[in-house]
Every structure is written in structure tokens, then in C-alpha cells.
């Protein structure tokens, strides 16, 4: 990047400094934390902070950066949140950021957070399209092009939704190993899963007391006591028995799309009932159990379930 010897500032922009300089921070953002887009997060960091440093009349407050992290909803931005924290107590007084994308891909988020910086007399300034937050008329202009950052953020997961799913379909799920199991890379395949014996220890143990009829809290307490006997530090709680319990996942098979986002703002998902294809993927790892205990268990829980309400 190259830096410019020139200022953005309008003539009639107020030093708001006792030494006659303006409090300048900027943001950046990379939304994947691959190599590719670290070297531009850190590139972009560089630039700022030198293209701050090289403005007379300015003073570097800081440089805030998310990486790898989406900009659809600001709560799980920290950096963004530090950086709208400190405009609202007055330690910043202008703020740069590379485009209104990278600010948000959230429209409504995104001038939500422009008006809270703005009663605070901050101004952003959006260099890919030279356009500062305080600027009335070109307010209209602002919304669109925040409206347009957020559809484009919507094309992109579409499109990484329909990468996924044709992985799926191809028998190559994109899958976080699960608990149980660890992946290693054979030959081509960088992907294969196999049986963590350890793990899989408590997971045989787990379905064996379900089996039994022992209570989901009680295996907790089972658990537990082995991670203490073994002096693993490892934890349980019922969530994660309960889930570990109902995922199919340790008969061999994997099921996509079990769940389905609806609001790829919000990220608010609800259960696949025929919303989206589901691919069921058959033998894609060895099993720790055996499909038919994983079906006795699944039984012997909803009849629990169903004596319970009955009462």
C-alpha cells in the first residue's frame, strides 16, 4: 500500500487536541484467519498506523483488528466493541477504515454504530469509497452501500453453504472432528478420522450406563470420577453427555444439515424438517459403537421421556 503525504481532513474539521491534533485510530478486518488474508490483515494494520504516524496534524490512538472473524454481528467483534467503546468516552476523535464492508455487513448494525460514534463528534471515514459518516448528503449513498456490503456477505455464505454441501454429496464433508476421534492425513486424504482410544473410552463407557438405564446425570458423575481417577483435568456436565448421547456420529455415519440457518445475520438456526437436503454419509469412519446400541439407548430415553410426561 502506498501512504499518502495528503490529509483527508476537511478544512473546516475542528481540532478537538489541546496540542492542536486530532485523536486518530483505525479498524481493519479479515473475515477467514488463513495465510492469505493474515498477510492482509497485517498489511493493513502497517498502513495505518504509518499513514497516522505520517499526518501532522494527527495522533495515533491505536489501530483495533478482528481476524478471522465475520462481519455480520458486531458481538463477536471485540476489537470492533473496544473500538465503539472508546469513541463513546471521547478518546477518539476520527476514524479510518479501509471500506464500509469491513466496518459491517450488517446495514442496519452498521449505521447504528455510525450514529452512536457520530453524538460523540467522531467521524469515520471510508476510504475505498471517500466517504466520511458526518457527510448529510451523502447519508443515502452510505445506507446503500452498507445494504450492499450486506448482501454481498449473504452471497458469500451461499456460496460456501453450496461448497459444503457439494463436499457432502461427494462423500468429503467439511466436518469438525468430533470427540472421539482425531483426524490424521493418509496418503491424498487429509481428512481421515480415527478412533482416539482415550476418548472413545468414555464414549463406549457413556452409552454402556445409558444401556443400563442410568441417568444422563449420573453418567456425568461417572465420567467425572474416571477424569479424576486419571488426573485429566476434563470436565463433564449433562449438555454434553446428553449430546454425545444422540449423535449418531459414533456408529460410523454423518448426517449434514441436521440443523439450518435461516438469518445468516442473526446466525439464528432451527431444525431441518425438510428444509434443506440432508446427505447421509455411511461408513465415513470407523465406529465406536455399534448402530444397534446407539438405537437401544436412543429408545430407552424417549421411553424415560415419555413416562415422564405421562406423570
Known sequence: MIISKRTVFKPDDVLTMENGKRRCAAYARVSTDDEAQGESFDSQVAYYKKLIENESESMLVGVYGDRGISGTSAKDRPEF???????????????????????????????AYLDRVGEHGVVVYFEKENIYSNDKSLSVILKILATLAQEE??????AIKWAYFANAKNGKPTRQVVYGYKKVTEGKNKHVWVVDPIEARRVKKAFALALKGMSK??????????????????IWNYSRVDKMLKNEI???????????????????????????????????????????????????????????NAK
Request: charged share 35%; with cysteine.
Open 81 to 111: 466493541l473496544r473500538l465503539i467503546k472508546d469513541c463513546e468516552e471521547d478518546k477518539i476523535d476520527f476514524v479510518y477504515v479501509k471500506s464500509i464492508s469491513r466496518f459491517a455487513r450488517n446495514a442496519s448494525e452498521c449505521m
Open 153 to 158: 456477505s449473504n452471497s458469500i455464505s451461499m
Open 217 to 234: 446425570l449420573d453418567i456425568v458423575a461417572e465420567l467425572n470420577k474416571m477424569e479424576e481417577d486419571e488426573d485429566t483435568g476434563v
Open 250 to 308: 459414533y456408529t460410523g455415519i454423518i448426517i449434514t444439515n441436521k440443523t439450518v440457518t435461516i438469518d445468516y445475520v442473526t446466525k439464528r438456526q432451527v431444525k431441518n424438517d425438510g428444509l434443506v437436503e440432508k446427505v447421509v454419509i455411511k461408513d465415513h469412519h470407523e465406529p465406536i459403537i455399534s448402530e444397534y446400541i446407539f438405537n437401544a439407548v436412543r429408545d430407552k430415553i424417549a421411553s424415560k421421556r415419555r413416562r415422564r
